[in-house]
């Protein structure tokens, strides 16, 4: 098993910006991928961020350009840098990961989600 712990959620204003951490944890975790899916009210779950252990990236076109997406993979973990945070970056933050552990094969996991407020 593999157990994602994010951090990094709060209040901001429009403009400013917050850096979101999930670290992975579990005997013998391997990371083959760790990114951010984000839900806001009324809104059906999408995929901020991905970035894969060997650096490949990828992002929603809502953030390109004001988003970055890091990995340490000495600590299996996921970083996101938000700047020119706007309202409608509002949501729940999720952290996910493809990652196999000592008694498990690669599998997705998802965090518990951190929120993410942004006012005007």
């Known amino acids: 098993q593999v157990q994602l712990v994010e951090s990094g959620g709060g209040l901001v204003q429009a403009g400013g910006s917050l850096r979101l951490s999930c670290a992975a944890s579990?005997?013998?975790?391997?990371?083959?991928?760790m990114g951010w899916h984000r839900q806001a009210p009324g809104k059906q779950r999408e995929l901020v961020a991905a970035?894969?252990?060997?650096?490949?990236?990828t992002y929603a076109d809502s953030v390109k350009g004001r988003f970055t997406i890091s990995i340490d993979n000495g600590k299996n973990t996921v970083y996101l840098q938000m700047n020119s945070l706007k309202p409608e970056d509002t949501a729940v933050y999720y952290c996910?990961?493809?990652?196999?552990?000592?008694?498990?094969?690669?599998?997705?996991?998802w965090g518990q989600g951190t929120q993410v407020t942004v006012s005007s």
């Open positions: 579990g005997s013998g975790v391997g990371v083959a991928a």
């Open positions: 970035t894969t252990s060997g650096g490949f990236t």
């Open positions: 996910t990961t493809k990652a196999r552990s000592r008694s498990s094969p690669l599998l997705d996991y």
